[in-house]
């Protein structure tokens, strides 16, 4: 059985920074891509960023050049550093992996980031 289990979640205030993690557990065989997911209230959950095996990355406009996106292939784990957080951040955060072999795509239970005005 595969799970991943998010982590970091929390109350920050306006300006402040957060990590998230995510790890990986089961045989899932072999992880291509790993991304970071987020829905607030009234909104469909939409991509924040992702990374593949290889290190490349990608970012939501709304996050670029405030978030940090990285990965452990050996802990099977992904980050989310999140810095200089607003409002508009606060949503309930999903990681998620996708097997290389098998193209199957397996997420977490979520963790919460609400940031105060």
């Known amino acids: 059985q595969v799970q991943l289990v998010e982590s970091g979640g929390g109350l920050v205030q306006a300006g402040g920074s957060l990590r998230l993690s995510c790890a990986a557990s089961?045989?899932?065989?072999?992880?291509?891509?790993m991304n970071w997911y987020r829905q607030a209230p009234g909104k469909q959950r939409e991509l924040v960023a992702g990374?593949?095996?290889?290190?490349?990355?990608n970012y939501a406009d709304s996050v670029k050049g405030r978030f940090t996106i990285s990965r452990d292939n050996v802990k099977k784990t992904v980050y989310l550093q999140m810095g200089s957080l607003t409002p508009e951040d606060t949503a309930l955060y999903y990681c998620?992996?996708?097997?290389?072999?098998?193209?199957?795509?397996?997420w977490g239970q979520g963790t919460q980031v609400t940031v105060s005005s």
């Open positions: 990374i593949t095996r290889g290190g490349s990355t």
């Open positions: 998620n992996a996708n097997s290389r072999i098998t193209h199957l795509a397996y």
């Open positions: 089961g045989i899932i065989f072999s992880i291509n891509d």
